[in-house]
């Protein structure tokens, strides 16, 4: 199983990205897929977390400026991000919760490679 994040980029203060997370590979189902973040010298984050019957759970910090979507038809959880601010510069992580075909029962935790977002002032 690979989780591919895209989509990162430098951006100004107040505009705009779209980051994007595909998981790929023997999978059978997914339950909630997440987006992490973790600034230079700082520890990894929850920034949102979206479960697969749609409930949502969202940071303080990023409320009302982060929004979370997953397409399950395509394994996709996406991050869309407006109102940049420069204290959202991190590198983003991915996360999924999923079982996989075979027959394990096991529900396991699956990390993309990160994706870095930088904001300027």
């Known amino acids: 199983v690979q989780l591919q994040a895209s989509g990162g980029g430098l951006v100004q203060a107040g505009g705009s990205l779209r980051l994007s997370c595909v998981a790929s590979g023997s999978i059978y189902r997914i339950s909630s897929m997440s987006w992490f973040r973790q600034a230079p010298g700082k520890q990894r984050e929850l920034v949102a977390v979206?479960?697969?019957?749609?409930?949502?759970n969202t940071a303080e910090s990023v409320k009302g400026r982060f929004t979370i979507s997953r397409l399950d038809a395509q394994n996709t959880v996406y991050l869309q991000m407006n109102s940049l601010k420069p204290e959202d510069t991190a590198v983003y992580y991915c996360?999924?919760?999923?079982?996989?075909?075979?027959?394990?029962?096991?529900?396991?935790?699956?990390w993309g490679q990160g994706t870095l977002v930088t904001v300027s002032s």
């Open positions: 996360n999924a919760v999923l079982q996989l075909r075979g027959g394990d029962p096991r529900w396991q935790n699956y």
């Open positions: 979206i479960t697969a019957g749609g409930s949502l």
